[in-house]
């Protein structure tokens, strides 16, 4: 088995949930003890991932005027914000733990689990 098995169309199955998760779950884990930022930025973040998957060129975009390599992007550019967040903002505790391990993961998706472009499926019409 390829390491590399997240393909455009598995990205783009998975980004509804996980902006859906950004959102609620820092309500749930009750986020913010540290700094109230640590709620806020994960929300934001959410809300302007499920706007960014609306408006990605693949899948599950619905109104697809942004490429795909540009979405991947943005997801690497969130990735090392959410492991910078905790020391530049004073996270601490579950705080910085939520944004470490989220940004983590992004970070090891996008750059070490991401097909290649040989490995996409075919393009996605507009």
Known sequence: MNIRFVTRAVHAYIDYPVALS?????????LGSSNPLALW???????????????TDHETGVIRVLPYWFHVA????VGV?????????GFTGLDAAYYWVNGGTV????????????????????
Request: hydrophobic share 65%.
């Open 74 to 77: 943005v997801d690497r550019l």
């Open 81 to 89: 914000t959410f492991v910078i967040a905790p020391f530049a903002l």
């Open 41 to 55: 930025l994960s929300v934001a973040t959410g809300v302007a991932a499920f706007i960014l998957t609306l408006l």
């Open 22 to 30: 950004l959102t609620v779950l820092p309500f749930v884990l009750g």
């Open 107 to 126: 970070l090891i998706v996008t750059f070490l689990l991401n097909a290649s472009e040989q490995q996409m499926e075919r393009p996605v019409a507009a």
